[in-house]
Each structure stands twice: as structure tokens, then as C-alpha cells.
């Protein structure tokens, strides 16, 4: 399918466990993001990408990893899950010009 | 550092009235602003984008934004609102250089009959 996926839609998971979340463009994009929703906190940047293997620290890194080994592929791994990480998580990509973002539909993950 | 303000965290309003949706950014340099929409249990998509050129931007279903740079503003309205325009909008802003985007907290739009 066209576009920008995500999976698992929906995860749970206990504490201490390690946790990726997949995120998929078909578009080639150059830059992609992670972000995570949190009410009252609004989309606060996780980490992003500029291009296959260059990634940089956003808003809100600590506690997570990711790579970008291929352009349409970013993951974010989780190392040792949080009840703190409980939250929706957003990819994003953009084809790197002044102009929107796409988002993928997101993944609901509760860390018990 | 950028910043968005969304004023309101809530605004209820009845089917057919206007709204404005408030939006403040402070920013030291020139910035490119976007209006995104999130209907439940989906991501978010574009409304509108304020890049360059005319500082009244519209949108396709009847939402439209003013880019004031004297008041670092950037407020979203509509003269007519539908049911069907329940959503929560989130400002963001972007300096360009590396397309990062700022959000703002977010404003729930609820429409009632």
C-alpha cells in the first residue's frame, strides 16, 4: 500500500521489556520522525532523520533508540520500557521541501 | 528555541456558529506555520500552511488562517462550523532549515447539534 504505515497499531507490554515500533513510507522521503502524544503535552519530537543512517536527537529522546538503515524504514526501539513510555507514537515522514508533514495513523502502546 | 501557544485547550460550540482557534508562536526568525487536524483514533493531516505571499491562507473545507507577524499570531477560524468538523487541531510551527515542526498542545473543537 501507498503511503506511510505503522505497526503494530496496538501494543502491550510490561516493564523492563524491549519494544519496536515499525514505521513504513513508500514515498522515498528523506526525512522521517517519531513523535508521541501525551494529553495535555500536545506532539512533542522523539527523534528524526535527515536521510538513511542520520538520525538526531529531538524534544524527548531519552529512553529510546533508533536507526535508519534503508530510507523507507525508521523503527523505534524501546531498550527497557517505562510506564512513563505508555503513550501514542507517531511517525512522520516529509519529502523535504517547506511543506507538510504525512503522518502515519499511530500505535497505541501501554506499558503495564 | 521556538514555542507554540494554543490558548484554548477547549472549545465547545453549537452547529452553524463561527469559532476561532488561537495560535501564538514565539520565534526569533522567520517561520513557516501549519494548521494540522486530528479526527479520533486517527494521525494527523494538514489543514492549511502559511509558507510565504499572502498572509490569509484557506483551506478546502472552509477553515482559514491569518499569519500576523506583529502579534505573532496564527489563529484558525470558520465562519460556519459542522458537526462533522469535531476534531482536535494542533498549530505547528517550522523554522525550514531542518523541517522539524513544533506543535502547540492542541485544541479539541467539539461541535454540537
Known amino acids: 500500500d501507498a503511503g506511510i504505515t505503522q505497526s503494530p497499531r496496538y501494543k502491550i507490554t510490561e516493564t523492563g521489556r524491549q519494544v519496536t515500533l515499525m514505521c513504513h513510507q513508500t514515498?522515498?522521503?528523506?526525512?522521517m520522525f517519531w513523535y508521541r502524544q501525551d494529553l495535555g503535552h500536545g506532539l512533542r519530537l522523539i527523534y528524526y532523520s535527515a536521510a538513511a543512517d542520520i538520525t538526531d536527537k529531538g524534544e524527548v529522546p531519552d529512553g529510546y533508540v533508533v536507526s535508519r538503515s534503508k530510507t523507507e524504514n525508521f523503527p523505534l526501539t524501546l531498550e527497557s520500557a517505562t510506564r512513563s513510555q505508555t503513550s501514542v507514537y507517531f511517525c512522520?515522514?516529509?519529502?523535504?521541501?517547506?511543506?507538510?508533514?504525512?503522518f502515519g495513523p499511530g500505535t497505541r502502546l501501554t506499558v503495564l | 528555541a521556538q514555542s507554540v501557544t494554543q490558548l484554548d485547550s477547549q472549545v465547545p460550540v453549537f452547529e452553524e456558529a463561527p469559532v476561532e482557534l488561537r495560535c501564538n508562536y514565539s520565534?526569533?526568525?522567520?517561520?513557516?506555520l501549519f494548521w494540522y487536524v486530528q479526527y479520533p483514533n486517527q494521525g494527523l493531516q494538514l489543514l492549511l500552511k502559511?509558507?510565504?505571499?499572502?498572509?490569509l491562507v484557506e483551506s478546502i473545507n472552509g477553515f482559514e488562517a491569518e499569519f500576523n507577524k506583529s502579534q505573532t499570531s496564527f489563529h484558525l477560524r470558520k465562519p460556519s462550523v459542522h458537526i462533522s468538523d469535531t476534531a482536535e487541531y494542533f498549530c505547528?510551527?517550522?523554522?525550514?532549515?531542518?523541517?522539524?515542526?513544533?506543535f502547540g498542545k492542541g485544541t479539541l473543537l467539539t461541535v454540537n447539534p
Open positions: 520565534s526569533s526568525v522567520s517561520v513557516y
Open positions: 502559511y509558507l510565504s505571499g499572502s498572509t
Open positions: 505547528a510551527v517550522s523554522r525550514g532549515s531542518n523541517y522539524k515542526l513544533t
Open positions: 514515498w522515498s522521503h528523506s526525512y
Open positions: 512522520a515522514s516529509n519529502g523535504g521541501s517547506i511543506n507538510e508533514q504525512f
